[in-house]
Each structure stands twice: as C-alpha cells, then as structure tokens.
T-cell receptor, first 115, second 111 residues
Framework: EADIYQTPRYLVIGTGKKITLECSQT?????MYWYQQDPGMELHLIHY???????EKGDLSSESTVSRIRTEHFPLTLESARPSHTSQYLC??????????????FGNGTRLTVT | AQSVTQPDIHITVSEGASLELRCNYS??????LFWYVQSPGQGLQLLLK??????LVQGIKGFEAEFKRSQSSFNLRKPSVHWSDAAEYFC?????????FGTGTSLTVIP
C-alpha cells in the first residue's frame, strides 16, 4: 500500500478563512499532485510538483497555492475560502525514476465544506 | 488534449455475475492506461496498468483489462463480482507527467 497521508480528513470552515490542506508521503517520490474531485466529474488537476522547489499550475490553480520545500511534504493553501471550494481534495504522488507514467498513489482525501 | 470517456455512469450487477466496465480514450500514440477503484470516503487505489506488451493485463482483486488499439478501448472485466466490489471505478490515461481521468462508473452489487 502507498504511504501518503492527508490531513484533515474532514474540514468545515467559514467563508473568507485561510486554510492549508496537508499532504505527506514517505515513499521518497519526486512527483506530487493535488486534484479536486466532485461527484460525476473527472478529477481536475490543481497543482503539481516534480521535486523540491518545483511547482506548476494545473487547470484549477488560480485560487490556491502550493509549496514544495521538502520532498515528502506538499501542502495546498486556499487564501480565502469560498463556498465554491467545497469539494474533495486528493493528493497523489509517483516516482520520477522509471517510466514517465508510473502510477499515481493517492491519499484518502480531505473533504472540505465552506459555509 | 487527451480525453477519457466512461460511457456508463452507473452499473448494477448481481453478486456472482460477470462485469465489464467500458473505457475509451483519445490519444495518438500508444497510451499508458490505468484503472483505479475508489471506495466511499477513500482515495483511489490502483487496480491495474498497461504500458506495453501483452494487451490483456491482470490486476488485483481478480480484475483484468484488455487494451484494444483499434477501438481505442481499455475495458475492465471481472468474471464473478463480489459484494465488496461495490465502488467507483475510474479509467485514466497517462501522458508525460500528466494523467487524464474519466468521470467514473459507479458499481452497485445486489445480493
């Protein structure tokens, strides 16, 4: 099983608050990703990273930021939460070595509700 | 951009019956293909993957999938479904460092 951890599992927060979703992996993977998942929709890529000090924006990145100071840690920050941010957030990782498309390993997600 | 289509939003099967979940993709070259399963409140777990070679790949939990280039398909199959297989199933295509997911198929298993 993949060792990738997300905290908190559930979060209810008011509009305008700043929040950080945590993601850590113990597999030494270089590549890490944040996805947003809504029912009946495909996963949307928010941000990704190829390694320390590397971050790239995905499709839905405009309202959030990430950092990659350590290989194992890839937190996602929403500066000002809005009800439209209510969703499930999934963190994933994969190794850089080997085939470009090594499978993604996913955490259990953070279910965010913004009131 | 690549795309992945899962035509069936929801499927119901009886326990012990066979299962086939459909997946079609659009991609010019030989794709990297994956099937994931997601139980309620959980992340996605890899069932199987196809990179090259034998077009019939075996995965965990008794699942298999067949890559058919002529049909741009990568359908997931299981000969005999168990109640614990009830979950959401996602097909995905990998290209470079990006992954493209389908919208998922929800599987209900009835006794």
């Amino acid at each position: 099983e993949a060792d990738i951890y997300q905290t908190p599992r559930y979060l209810v927060i008011g509009t305008g608050k700043k929040i950080t979703l945590e993601c850590s992996q113990t597999m030494g993977h270089d590549k890490m990703y944040w996805y947003q998942q809504d029912p009946g929709m495909e996963l949307h890529l928010i941000h990704y990273s190829y390694g320390v000090n590397s971050t790239e924006k995905g499709d839905l990145s405009s309202e959030s930021t990430v950092s990659r100071i350590r290989t194992e840690h890839f937190p996602l920050t929403l500066e000002s939460a809005r009800p439209s941010h209510t969703s499930q957030y999934l963190c994933a990782s994969s190794p850089r070595q080997g085939a470009n498309n090594s499978p993604l390993h996913f955490g259990n997600g953070t279910r965010l509700t913004v009131t | 951009a690549q795309s992945v289509t899962q035509p069936d939003i929801h499927i119901t099967v009886s326990e012990g019956a066979s299962l086939e979940l459909r997946c079609n993709y659009s991609y010019g070259a030989t794709p990297y293909l994956f099937w994931y399963v997601q139980s309620p409140g959980q992340g996605l777990q890899l069932l199987l993957k196809y990179f090259s070679g034998d077009t019939l790949v075996q995965g965990i939990k008794g699942f298999e999938a067949e890559f058919k280039r002529s049909q741009s398909s990568f359908n997931l199959r299981k000969p005999s479904v168990h109640w614990s297989d009830a979950a959401e199933y996602f097909c995905a295509v990998g290209e470079g460092n990006q992954f493209y997911f389908g919208t998922g198929t929800s599987l209900t298993v009835i006794p």
